[in-house]
């Protein structure tokens, strides 16, 4: 079982900026198809918001390109997302994602982000 610990979430007004952790256990990161931040707003389903590759390849959402960056520290097996100019439409629960190569899927607990005007 692939456990991963997302931290970082908190309340800010817009424009702010917040980095959310994924921390995975050893060897994650690289036993893994691709690693990824998704966020689920009320009412709403859950949707992609930025994934990495093994390789290091990465892809955005529209809707946060430029604004966000997700990276990742092999040696600690933890993925970010680095989030700048945040908007309220942000607003979400933010859940990690581990793809085994599309066959199974790991979900973090999921952290509260909230973002005021």
């Known amino acids: 079982q692939v456990q991963l610990v997302e931290s970082g979430g908190s309340s800010v007004q817009a424009g702010g900026s917040l980095r959310l952790s994924c921390a995975a256990a050893?060897?994650?990161?690289?036993?893994?198809?691709?690693m990824g931040w998704y966020r689920q707003a009320p009412g709403k389903e859950r949707e992609l918001v930025a994934a990495?590759?093994?390789?290091?390849?990465?892809n955005y959402a529209d809707s946060v390109k430029g604004r966000f960056t997700i990276s990742r520290d092999i040696a600690k097996d933890t993925v970010y997302l680095q989030m700048n100019s945040l908007k309220p439409e942000d607003t979400a629960v933010y859940y990690c994602?581990?793809?085994?190569?599309?066959?199974?899927?790991?979900w973090g607990q999921g952290t509260q982000v909230t973002v005021s005007s």
């Open positions: 990495i590759s093994r390789g290091g390849g990465t």
């Open positions: 050893s060897g994650t990161i690289l036993s893994m198809n691709a």
């Open positions: 994602n581990a793809n085994w190569y599309g066959q199974r899927y790991y």
